[in-house]
């Protein structure tokens, strides 16, 4: 059976997540034994009713995940930061190099490049999701409430609920840095900053996508394809 086929029967019955494949054994065990928490008694409650996901959004620009990881220090450069942001109705992502990570870099991501790039593709930022670093905070949540967008951050050990950057995140340093790190020799940010431009443009474009957002489009088709009036 192929693992498509197998997903979308997984997907049919509820059982598309391990954590979906974990809470009906432990629903199951917990009811042999006479036992069920009020843990599970939530968690199941929102499985029945829809609301298994942490993070949903049913537009672009809706709700962008926002994350920033370490590169790290390169000769002749010197340290190295990426901030990501990745939409969660597309997929679509937005990402850039940073000098130094601080909430006023953060911010001036979110002012010059992420709001100018949703607008051209004629969206407005409504919500941003982040965790709880000091680089959002300070001058970033000033940018927020200036730019009229709604700041929320993910609940402290709960890393995976900003899961759509991450996984992002996790692409961009497996098919692309550590491609390229083994091709080039960067000697500036601005060229590191062009390579990583490259990248999401094949990412946003060009790269198939299978997950249940996208299915088998590319993020720029819903991102740039949909009407926003039709909202």
Not at 19 to 30: D, G, K, N, P, W
Not at 37 to 47: F, N
Not at 105 to 111: D, G, I
Not at 140 to 163: E, K, S
Request: net charge positive; charged share 25%.
């Amino acid at each position: 059976m192929a693992p498509s086929t197998l997903q979308r029967l997984l997907r049919r019955h509820g059982l598309a997540t391990r954590r979906q494949r974990l809470l009906v054994l432990e629903h199951r065990s917990a009811t042999q034994a006479g036992l069920l928490t009020e843990r599970t008694q939530r968690t199941l409650w929102r499985l029945r009713h829809g609301h298994s996901r942490h993070v949903e959004a049913a537009h672009p620009a809706d709700l962008f995940c926002l994350d920033t990881f370490y590169i790290g220090k390169l000769k002749g450069v010197g340290k190295v930061w990426q901030i990501t942001a990745c939409d969660a109705a597309s997929s679509y992502g937005v990402a850039r190099i940073l000098a130094e990570l601080s909430a006023g870099a953060v911010a001036k991501f979110l002012r010059d490049v992420l709001v100018p790039a949703v607008g051209r593709a004629g969206w407005t930022v409504r919500r941003v999701l982040t965790d709880g670093g000091s680089e959002f905070k300070a001058e970033f949540d000033a940018a927020c409430v200036a730019l009229g967008i709604r700041h929320t951050r993910i609940r402290p050990r709960h890393a995976w609920t900003n899961g759509f950057v991450e996984r992002l995140q996790q692409t961009i340093l497996t098919e692309h840095w550590r491609v390229v790190f083994r091709r080039h020799y960067f000697t500036s940010r601005a060229a590191l900053d062009r390579s990583l431009g490259h990248f999401m443009q094949f990412y946003n474009f060009d790269r198939p996508h299978h997950g249940y957002r996208v299915r088998g489009q590319t993020p720029a088709t819903i991102f740039h394809g949909a009407i926003a009036s039709a909202r």
